[in-house]
């Protein structure tokens, strides 16, 4: 995996074995951005084995963690930075970039590749960095 994954950061528990997990990514290419999503996680023994279908629904937040950011290389201005399989049934959670040049701003976009009630599950956030350190495009 390209992104730094912190499992366990937390855990709110709606039921009995179902839960609201947080997890934390690292950004590979810019060095002090941290991504938190939030998701549910269905528990018991389905969920365990992965035969369970946890909900697409997915929040996140990305934050500049670091005193500065610092970039390894030349952004592309669309990039999936970290994707996941959620389920057997073959539905993966995405974390896209997009580089807004204009802006100078990274946007993450979190989202679920399978469709429920007819639109796929996201949520965006962006991460403005100072235009003294633009985003190197390619």
């Known amino acids: 995996r390209d992104f730094c994954l912190s499992r366990g950061l937390g855990d709110v ?3 009995q074995n179902d839960r609201i997990v947080i997890e934390a990514y ?3 290419k810019v060095v002090g951005v941290s991504c938190f ?22 929040s996140i937040a990305c934050r500049q963690v670091g005193d500065t950011l610092s970039f ?5 201005q669309q990039e999936d930075v970290f994707s996941e399989r959620q389920s057997i049934l073959f539905k993966r959670l995405h ?7 204009v802006r100078n701003t990274l946007v993450y976009l979190t989202y679920s590749d399978k469709l429920i009630d007819g639109s796929p599950k996201n949520g965006v956030t962006a991460v403005p960095v100072p235009r003294s350190n633009p985003i190197p495009v390619k």
């Open 13 to 15: 528990y709606k039921r």
């Open 26 to 28: 690292d950004d590979p």
């Open 37 to 58: 999503v939030s998701r549910a996680r269905t528990g018991g023994v389905s969920g365990t084995v992965g035969l369970a279908e946890d909900t697409a629904d997915a």
């Open 72 to 76: 390894k290389g030349k952004l592309p």
């Open 95 to 101: 974390i896209v970039r997009f580089v807004d040049p």
